[in-house]
């Protein structure tokens, strides 16, 4: 017997669901598959036209840092695939490798990579590639920046803050330790980094420079002789693999609140229902002339469902709250916000887990050799 | 990859390197269509990155059901990203002083 839709049967009625089916379809519960309503002659398959048809964007609030968005018509799977995408998917640059040739302040090495690490870096991934395990750092992969920062004996603390981070344009100037250096001087001095041209020189970079997208993050304080030289090398990474590349400090969304007086509310009750709710959903107006008051739901969008509002005798009746099940607020906030001081302690748990920087320690071999050379001379 | 029995109607793909994200979204695509009489998706391991998916069909084979689905998730996505470009331009268009602000 071959199979026949409850769709293709005349004798079904179609059309709309009875209002308490299409109160539970939108309102409480999300029944996904396709067939659910086939006896009532409702299609819940998806079609994309209609998908096409239904769904909007309503942007409330944009500005450099933060942006408010309404997706109307949508499935919470996909606006939640949306919300993982722009946390753990979305690729930026951030620091991944510290080589440091010097470190006399109190914080530890793999600390201080840590906190570099964690800086939000001005600068568009789309312009750089992902540097592969077996890929040499070049100008297309890596950007490196330079930190030296010293307290002079007999002067006050010095604070560090990110913009003394200098980007080097071109490239890595710490040579690496050979077995024989300085064997050949014709030679180029081999580096970290093998750029064949000056970032400088791509018009992008050249007129806006790369820097820490905020100056006044504080990576260290040094004491009086104290000095810390490192070069930071930054690549492009993504959230999933740790939360320094995650674009955004928070993308959440919620689903719209919808708050409904089920019996007018006047009078007396319409003052309490105001007073109870503690984010001023309602508001009273008046009715006709003998001072009479009415409740109205005022900003529904305000509400945080924290049933304050139906809570006591009788509340329940007169006020029904519920959400608009394809309706979502989304909230993305930029991670150029300061990390490492209002999200230190959710960084904190997270990083204990996959803080793994690889921190090399450099020895500062040329210096060695030059401050050994002045000494030959001075007697 | 497939692991399956002969009966095409029924089979289980697994996908390497992805998450909820995307299974997600498949297992709902799926199940808004008629042919598919079950679907569903499991992640074996929290810490392997892979994801099982499950899909029985009415009839049709179940390769080309997911293929459909994913071909319709990624319109969805598509025309998400159309509708979003045009309502962030039609916001900075209704307030262009603040759209000054903003790069790109």
Known sequence: MSRVSALDMPDVPKGQLPPHLELQRTRTENIQYSGAYASMGVDNSLRLDQFCKNFRVEVVRLTEDEMEFDMIGIDPSIANAFRRILISEVP???????????????????????????????????????LSENDTPNEKNTIVFKLHAQCKRGQ???????????????????????????????????????????????????????????????????????????????????????????????????????????????????????????????????????????????????????????????????????????????????????????????????????????????????????????????? | MEHGTKDLKASTFCLTDEDHTLANSVRFTLNQDPRVAFCGYSIPHPSDAQVNIRVQTTGDPASEVLKDALQDLMLMCQHVRSTFKQAVDDFNMSDPVKAMNIEE
């Not at chain 1, 080589?99 to 312009?127: C, F, M, W, Y």
């Not at chain 1, 008051?293 to 509400?303: G, I, L, M, S």
């Open chain 1, 92 to 130: 930026t640059m951030a620091i991944e490798k510290v080589l440091i040739a010097n470190n006399t302040s109190v914080i530890q090495d793999e600390v201080l990579a840590h906190r570099l690490g964690l800086i939000p870096i001005k600068v568009d991934p789309r312009k750089f590639e992902y």
């Open chain 1, 156 to 379: 006050p603390r010095l604070t560090v803050k990110s913009d003394e981070l200098k980007w080097l344009p071109n490239g890595s100037e710490f040579p690496v330790a050979t077995e024989t250096p300085g064997a050949d001087p014709t030679t180029r001095v081999k580096t970290y980094t093998s750029f064949s041209q000056s970032q400088d020189s791509v018009p992008h970079f050249s007129n806006n420079p790369i820097v820490p997208k905020h100056p006044d993050i504080i990576i260290s304080k040094l004491g009086p002789g104290q000095e810390i030289e490192l070069e930071a090398h930054a690549v492009k990474g993504m959230g999933k693999t740790h939360a320094k590349w995650s674009p955004v400090s928070t993308a959440w969304y919620r689903m719209l609140p919808e708050v409904i007086l089920l019996e007018e509310v006047k009078d007396e009750k319409a003052e309490q229902l105001v007073k109870k709710c503690p984010v001023n959903v309602f508001d009273i107006e008046d009715v006709g002339k003998a001072g009479k008051k009415r409740a109205t739901v005022a900003r529904p969008r305000a509400c945080t469902l924290c049933r304050e509002c139906i809570r006591g005798e009788d509340w329940e009746k007169r006020v029904a709250l519920r959400r608009v099940k394809d309706h979502f607020i989304y909230r993305v906030d930029r991670a150029d916000l300061d990390r490492l001081s209002s999200r230190s302690s959710f960084f904190r748990r997270r990083s204990s887990i996959c803080s793994s920087l690889p921190c090399l320690r450099m020895r500062r071999r040329k210096k060695k050799e030059e401050a050994e050379k002045e000494k030959e001379i001075v007697p």
